[in-house]
């Protein structure tokens, strides 16, 4: 008597997905970019160049736009250290010191720390996010970013209760940094802020990595802050002090321009800068301009943090 027999499931019916699949191909489903991008952030000098590295398939923001090409991500930039010119900032520089490069995270911590750069890749796994980033000047941009929640920093030097806003800071070097000597109206080293729940979101990033291969000094190198719905200007290079803080700290652009440039710089479509329309950008290397998104497209994950404050007064 033959004993019946149960007909063999697919594996896809016993096994969670991300476990038949292999790492490779389970990053892809996600939306990841692979292999490249954790060892770009792992073992930077190891990667091959750009030009012989195998085609990726270009990654996709979770709205379905293409990121934004890296030719153009990295010749494109705002980095008044080095130039207004954003076609020259790459070239400026070139060359510009970030090995060996320390950053600290200190001010109303339990356990301050002082990590060189080397240091932070080995204790913290790095992340992949593709993220829109938006100008305050009304260009954007899609990018493959790797690097770190900014949470994870944060936890590992344990805020106090009394820290309410975190102050960023980052580096100071005239010497390198011509920028730093012709505009002298700028209250340099930039600095920027973030309230505390706004600092511990999520989706708020440090960047040490973009397109799977360490950060180009242009991108802030080596490591950048990332928060996707806010204007750029929020988002600092060169990153070298991270402060926990109980005042809203005094930023860049607020202290030059505090008519045009708000602590808060949520991307909003219906708050106009006061030369010009924030409602719509163009998307670096595509045609015409499209419709700009509250809070940049991520309105269902942030908007919570703003709830009961008048977006108009604090831009
Ligand atoms: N960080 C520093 N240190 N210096 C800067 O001039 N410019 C900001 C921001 N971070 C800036 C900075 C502005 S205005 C923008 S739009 C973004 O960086 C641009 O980032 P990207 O060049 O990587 O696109």
Redesign the pocket.
């Known amino acids: 008597m033959s004993r019946f027999r149960y007909p063999q499931p697919p594996p896809s019916e016993i096994t969670p997905e991300h476990v038949y699949l292999s790492r490779r191909d389970w990053l892809k489903a996600v939306g990841l970019a692979v292999g490249t991008a954790a060892l770009a952030a792992c073992a930077p000098r190891a990667l091959k160049p750009a030009s012989t590295a195998p085609a990726e398939p270009v990654p996709h923001d979770e709205l379905g736009d293409p990121a934004t090409p890296y030719d153009i991500?990295?010749s494109?930039?705002?980095?008044?250290?080095?130039s207004t010119d954003?076609r020259a900032?790459a070239d400026r520089a070139q060359g510009f010191p970030t090995d060996p490069w320390t950053i600290e995270i200190t001010g109303l911590v339990h356990e301050p720390l002082t990590l060189g750069l080397e240091d932070l890749l080995k204790r913290f796994p790095q992340e992949e996010r593709i993220y829109r980033?938006r100008?305050?000047?009304g260009?954007s941009?899609v990018?493959p970013w790797q690097g770190v929640p900014l949470a994870t920093l944060l936890k590992a030097a344990q805020p106090k209760a009394e820290a309410r806003f975190v102050r960023f800071v980052?580096?100071y070097d005239p010497e390198h940094m011509p920028?730093q000597r012709n505009y002298q109206t700028f209250p340099w080293?930039?600095t920027?802020g973030l309230r505390l729940d706004e600092a511990m979101h999520d989706l708020t990033f440090m960047a040490t990595g973009?397109y799977g291969k360490p950060l180009p000094v242009?991108?802030?190198a080596p490591l950048?802050?990332v928060v996707p719905w806010k204007?750029?200007?929020?988002?600092?290079?060169?990153?070298v002090r991270i402060e926990l803080v109980a005042e809203q700290p005094a930023t860049?652009?607020n202290t030059v321009a505090p008519n045009e440039y708000g602590f808060y710089a949520n991307v909003n479509p219906q708050v106009d800068h006061p030369r010009w329309s924030q409602a719509t950008e163009r998307r670096l290397g595509e045609p015409g301009r499209r419709p700009t998104l509250m809070f940049n497209g991520y309105e269902e994950q942030v908007a919570a943090l703003y709830a009961g404050m008048d977006l108009e007064k604090h831009y």
């Open positions: 991500v990295t494109y930039n705002n980095y008044y250290e080095f954003k900032v980033l100008c305050v000047e260009w941009a990018i980052a580096v920028g080293p930039y920027e973009l242009q991108n802030g950048r802050l204007y750029g200007f929020k988002s600092i290079k060169a990153v860049l652009w």
